[in-house]
C-alpha cells in the first residue's frame, strides 16, 4: 500500500505513520549524489556499483529490508530543466532556494509555473508545499516554539526552588512534569522573609515554603521577560494507580519539591472509590495545589515565556522531556468538519502535557482577582 501527502501539518495520520517510521531506527541517504564504495582490489570489474556511482537520488530512509519505504521529495525534483539561453540565475526569483540545482534537472513542472506560484504563496506555504522543509505552523498554538532554540540539556540546581505539575489519567496519560523557575526578577527570599516577619501569617509560620511565598508575587498580568523555566524531566504513563504514580513520582524527584500544581479535576470523588485523586497523593504525603484559570489564559502565559529575548528564550525543555517537546510542535486549534479553526486547543493527545505545564504556570504566576459581592 502506497501512502502520499503534502504532510501540511505536524499532527494527523501522515505525521504519525512518518514517526512510526523513524522510530523504528533507519538507514538514511540524504538528497544528492550518493557515492559507493566498492572494493576492486581483487581485478574484477566494478560492475552495477561504478554504473549507479554519483546517480542523483532523492532522500529516502529504510527501516529494513522488509520495512516500508520512507520517500521524500520537492519541487526541485520535479522542475524541468532551466538552460542558461533561457534564464539568468541573478535575475530568477527561486535562486535563493534552486542555487543552480534547476541547471541539472531531467523534470517536467514548467519553471514559470513554480515562480507563479512562489510570488502568491507566503514563505511558509512555500517551504510547507513546495520544499517540503517543514510543515505549516498556521494551526499550531506555539506557533513561536522551535526545537532548535528550545530545546537545551538543563539538569537539576540545586539552589532552584523545583516544581511539580500533574496532569491526571487513566486511559489517558497520566502527566508529570519536573521544572525549576530561574532568573524571576523578584525580591530574594531573604528579603521576603523580613517583610513578612511582622506578619501574622508568617509568625504563626515559619516553615513558609518557597512555593508560599512565591505565591505572594502572583500578578492578574505578570511580567515574565526576566522568568527562565527549566523543565528538566517528564513521567507518561497509562493504566496504573495514583499509588504507583506516587511511588514513580518519589523515586524520580531530583530534589526537595517546593510545590505540585494539578488539575482542578483532581478533586472529584469517584462514587465507586469515594475518593479522588488528589486525596490519594495527600493521603500519600504528596499535597497538590490546584490553580483554577482558563485554558487560554495559560496558553498565553507560555507563549511568553517563547518569546526571543537576549540571553535566550524563557522556556528551555531538557532533550529527555521527548514527550513534551513533541506535544509543544503537536498542540493545535480544533477544527469543525468544514475545516473552520475554533477558539480553543484541540483535545487528541498532545494536550496532556501542555495542561500539565499550564497548571504550574498558572499556579506560579497568575492570581484572579477577588469576587465582589454587592448586595441590593
Request: hydrophobic fraction near 45%; glycine fraction near 12%; charge should be positive.
Given at each position: 500500500m502506497e501512502v502520499f501527502s503534502t504532510m501540511h501539518r505536524p499532527f494527523g495520520l501522515m505525521a504519525e505513520l512518518v514517526d512510526n517510521i523513524l522510530k523504528r531506527g533507519t538507514r538514511n541517504a540524504e538528497l544528492g549524489t550518493q557515492e559507493k564504495e566498492t572494493d576492486h582490489s581483487d581485478?574484477?570489474?566494478?560492475?552495477?556499483?561504478?554504473?549507479?556511482a554519483g546517480v542523483p537520488r532523492s532522500e529516502f530512509r529504510v527501516p529494513s529490508s522488509e520495512g516500508p519505504l520512507l520517500l521524500k521529495w520537492c519541487l526541485w525534483e520535479v522542475i524541468e530543466p532551466c538552460r542558461e539561453e533561457d534564464r539568468s540565475c541573478s535575475r530568477c526569483p527561486l535562486w535563493g532556494?534552486?542555487?543552480?540545482?534547476?541547471?541539472?534537472?531531467?523534470?517536467?513542472?514548467p519553471i514559470d509555473d513554480a515562480i507563479a506560484q512562489k510570488s502568491r504563496a507566503s514563505?511558509?506555504?512555500?517551504e510547507a508545499e513546495m520544499l517540503c522543509r517543514r510543515p505549516l505552523t498556521e494551526s499550531r498554538v506555539f506557533t513561536e516554539f522551535d526545537a532548535a532554540r528550545h530545546v537545551a540539556p538543563v539538569g537539576y540546581n540545586a539552589g532552584l526552588p523545583l516544581y511539580r505539575a500533574i496532569d491526571f489519567g487513566y486511559a489517558n496519560p497520566f502527566v508529570c512534569l519536573w521544572a525549576q523557575v530561574e532568573d524571576c526578577g523578584v525580591k530574594s527570599d531573604a528579603s521576603r522573609e523580613r517583610e513578612l516577619a511582622g506578619t501574622q501569617e508568617f509568625a504563626g509560620n515559619r516553615e513558609l515554603t518557597?512555593?508560599?511565598?512565591?505565591?505572594?508575587?502572583r500578578q492578574s498580568d505578570p511580567d515574565l521577560s526576566r522568568v527562565r523555566l527549566r523543565?528538566?524531566?517528564?513521567?507518561?504513563?497509562?493504566?496504573?494507580?495514583?499509588?504507583e504514580h506516587a511511588r514513580q513520582m518519589a523515586a524520580r524527584d531530583p530534589g526537595p519539591v517546593a510545590a505540585t500544581y494539578a488539575d482542578p479535576a483532581g478533586w472529584q470523588r469517584s462514587d465507586v472509590t469515594g475518593t479522588?485523586?488528589?486525596?490519594?497523593?495527600?493521603?500519600?504525603?504528596?499535597?497538590?495545589?490546584?490553580?483554577?484559570?482558563?485554558?487560554?489564559?495559560?496558553?498565553?502565559?507560555?507563549?511568553?515565556?517563547?518569546?526571543?529575548?537576549?540571553?535566550g528564550p524563557g522556556l528551555v525543555i531538557d532533550p529527555s522531556c521527548r514527550w513534551?517537546?513533541?506535544?509543544?510542535q503537536e498542540y493545535h486549534w480544533d477544527e469543525t468538519a468544514d475545516g473552520r479553526r475554533q477558539e480553543r486547543p484541540a483535545k487528541d493527545g498532545a494536550d496532556h502535557l501542555i495542561d500539565a505545564l499550564r497548571y504550574l504556570m498558572t499556579g506560579l504566576w497568575l492570581r484572579r482577582g477577588a469576587v465582589r459581592e454587592r448586595r441590593w
Open positions: 581485478g574484477e570489474a566494478a560492475g552495477e556499483d561504478a554504473v549507479f532556494d534552486c542555487a543552480g540545482r534547476a541547471r541539472e534537472a531531467e523534470g517536467y513542472f514563505r511558509e506555504a512555500w518557597l512555593a508560599a511565598r512565591a505565591a505572594r508575587g523543565v528538566i524531566g517528564e513521567y507518561v504513563a497509562r493504566e496504573r494507580p495514583v499509588s479522588g485523586p488528589c486525596q490519594e497523593l495527600a493521603r500519600l504525603g504528596m499535597r497538590v495545589r490546584t490553580p483554577r484559570a482558563g485554558i487560554l489564559e495559560g496558553v498565553e502565559l507560555v507563549r511568553r515565556l517563547l518569546k526571543e529575548r537576549p540571553g513534551l517537546a513533541r506535544a509543544m
